[in-house]
């Protein structure tokens, strides 16, 4: 019932910036919250950052934390990632995902991936050093 798409992604130098998107389409009203997330070959799906349906309130991981910024514009149902600062460390597939349901615990557990009913296909990001 609902389809996100992610875009934005690309190749950048060490401390460059992009920003992400994830446009959602179908039954978006009642994704109340929605998150980035990242991976890498070989390892586990790495949590980013969530942000509530208002916008605001925000969680991020602490290896974003500073340099990444969350942010959503529900009336063009499109969720954003500004990433500054990059590192090479920042290599990755960024996924965007969206929770259908009310927000049942405080943002921060929404770090795990098990929260999310809806994923992107993922846009991927590389950092020169």
């Known amino acids: 019932q609902v389809q996100l798409v992610e875009s934005g992604g690309g190749l950048v130098q060490a401390g460059g910036s992009l920003r992400l998107s994830c446009a959602a389409s179908g039954r978006t009203f009642n994704s109340y919250t929605m998150g980035w997330f990242r991976r890498v070959p070989g390892k586990e799906r790495e949590f980013v950052a969530a942000i509530r349906w208002s916008g605001g309130t925000t969680y991020y991981a602490d290896s974003v934390k500073g340099r990444f910024t969350i942010s959503r514009d529900n009336a063009k149902n499109t969720m954003y990632l500004q990433m500054n600062s990059l590192k090479p460390e920042d290599t990755a597939v960024y996924y965007c995902?969206?929770?259908?349901?009310?927000?049942?615990?405080?943002?921060?557990?929404?770090?795990?991936?098990?929260?999310?009913?809806?994923w992107g296909q993922g846009t991927q990001v590389s950092v020169s050093s």
């Open positions: 995902a969206a929770d259908k349901s009310p927000p049942l615990y405080a943002l921060g557990a929404y770090k795990t991936y098990y929260h999310y009913d809806y």
